[in-house]
């Protein structure tokens, strides 16, 4: 069982920069693929962000390409995003979510998610 807890979010003006953090509990964390998800309100829940177990291998969605920034730090059983150059249509809820199987884009492929943090962007 794993249990993701996400923190860092909040409200910034675009342009700016935040980092979420999640914090994962669970001796198997670090051989799962872990990710980020968002949803904005009245729209579909998208795919941010992947990486691997080993943070070899990284993906990223069209829209936060060069400006996020997955990692990792197994030793900390902990997942990061870095966020730049933020726009208000990046506001959306970011949910954390771990799977031992590869990295998806599918939302329906990832096991475990965590509650969700409110990241807003002003313009």
């Known amino acids: 069982q794993v249990q993701l807890v996400e923190s860092g979010g909040g409200l910034v003006q675009a342009g700016r920069s935040l980092r979420l953090s999640c914090a994962a509990s669970g001796r198997t964390f670090s051989s799962y693929s872990m990710g980020w998800f968002r949803q904005a309100p009245g729209k579909e829940r998208e795919f941010v962000a992947g990486?691997?177990?080993?943070?070899?291998?990284?993906y990223y969605s069209d829209s936060v390409k060069d400006r996020f920034t997955i990692s990792r730090d197994n030793t900390k059983n902990a997942v990061y995003l870095q966020m730049n150059s933020l726009k208000p249509e990046d506001t959306a809820v970011y949910y954390c979510v771990g799977d031992p199987g590869l990295v998806s884009s599918d939302s329906a492929r990832y096991m475990y998610w965590g509650q969700g943090t409110q990241v807003t962007v002003s313009s």
């Open positions: 990486i691997n177990w080993n943070a070899r291998n990284k």
